[in-house]
């Protein structure tokens, strides 16, 4: 596979073969973000994208189970290049079983409802949507670029077309909306309803307009018992119907996974346990992007 500049997945994509389709993100706003900076958005010439599949599969084509399209929001690509990338997947992985992709609210709506399900029914089965937020003024503050009933929006829409969805929230980001923001994420969540939700931490990198802010001391990232504060609300608050629940990133103090609603009072308890200091958190130098 060929790859330009850095690649970024999600953790539970560690395993997964990834195709670098779209080069960068055609939104790049979002302030707290670094991870497309040094890229222009551009779509990955088809024959390219085509072409790298057919070399992993040279390599490794009974290997393969999942496929994470990359980078920032790779749904945006038009059905012109999605359709070509998920036949030509399906025909030389034999066991593939996921292809996902992040996505911005934006492309899952600038999509028709019957386009969204032929991508669907070819293959694409999991989108990882990242509003970060539920709270409006917060998201109008870090430039995510959607509000939150375009979310809800646009995750009735992945829903009704057969796709799946990981919500990520972001702790930390809200500085005095703290309340606000983890309140009405948790209400973001149970509206979307995610087969899958997680939780990371801001991390303020150099160059961003965070940075920027955070410099002119106009941003904070909030202490650790705050930070911990606004997960138990997320966790407690948020009534998906039957979601994996994980905090495993590396930005993460408190690694956790479980299901809610099945395991949120055994959740609620680890980072009650957490917030007392009778559960360790993972120590600084073991923390990252």
């Known amino acids: 596979m060929r790859y330009e500049g850095r690649l970024?997945?999600?953790?539970?994509?560690?395993d997964a073969l990834i195709l670098q389709a779209t080069i960068g993100c055609s939104w790049n706003h979002c302030t707290y973000c670094d991870m497309y900076r040094d890229k222009s958005f551009r779509l990955r010439s088809l024959e390219d994208s085509l072409a790298d599949l057919d070399?992993?599969?040279?390599?490794?084509?009974?290997?393969?189970?999942?496929?994470?399209v990359a980078d920032g929001d790779a749904l945006v690509m038009p059905m012109d290049h999605w359709l070509p990338i998920l036949e030509r997947a399906r025909r030389l992985f034999p066991r593939l079983r996921r292809v996902s992709c992040y996505a911005m609210a934006r492309n899952v709506l600038a999509k028709a409802e019957e386009e969204l399900r032929r991508l669907a029914d070819e293959g694409l089965s999991l989108l990882y949507i990242g509003p970060e937020s539920g709270d409006d003024p917060t998201l109008k503050r870090i430039a995510k670029g959607d509000d939150a009933a375009a979310h809800v929006e646009a995750a009735k829409r992945?829903?009704?077309?057969?796709?799946?969805?990981?919500?990520?929230?972001?702790?930390?980001?809200?500085?005095?909306?703290?309340?606000?923001?983890?309140q009405a994420t948790a209400d973001l969540v149970t509206r979307m309803d995610p087969e899958f939700f997680s939780a990371l931490t801001v991390t303020v990198v150099e160059g961003t307009p965070l940075d920027r802010l955070a410099k002119r001391g106009r941003f904070e990232v909030p202490a650790v018992p705050a930070l911990l504060a606004e997960l138990r609300t997320m966790v407690a608050e948020a009534r998906p119907t039957n979601a994996v629940f994980r905090t495993n990133h590396a930005s993460n103090y408190l690694p956790l996974g479980g299901r809610l609603p099945l395991d949120r009072d055994r959740i609620v308890a680890v980072i009650d346990g957490a917030l007392d200091g009778s559960i360790p958190l993972r120590q600084e130098w073991m923390r990252g992007l």
């Open 55 to 68: 070399r992993a599969a040279i390599a490794c084509a009974d290997e393969v189970e999942k496929l994470f």
């Open 8 to 14: 970024y997945r999600p953790p539970s994509e560690a």
């Open 158 to 182: 992945a829903h009704g077309a057969g796709m799946q969805l990981s919500v990520i929230a972001l702790l930390g980001i809200a500085m005095e909306r703290s309340n606000e923001h983890a």
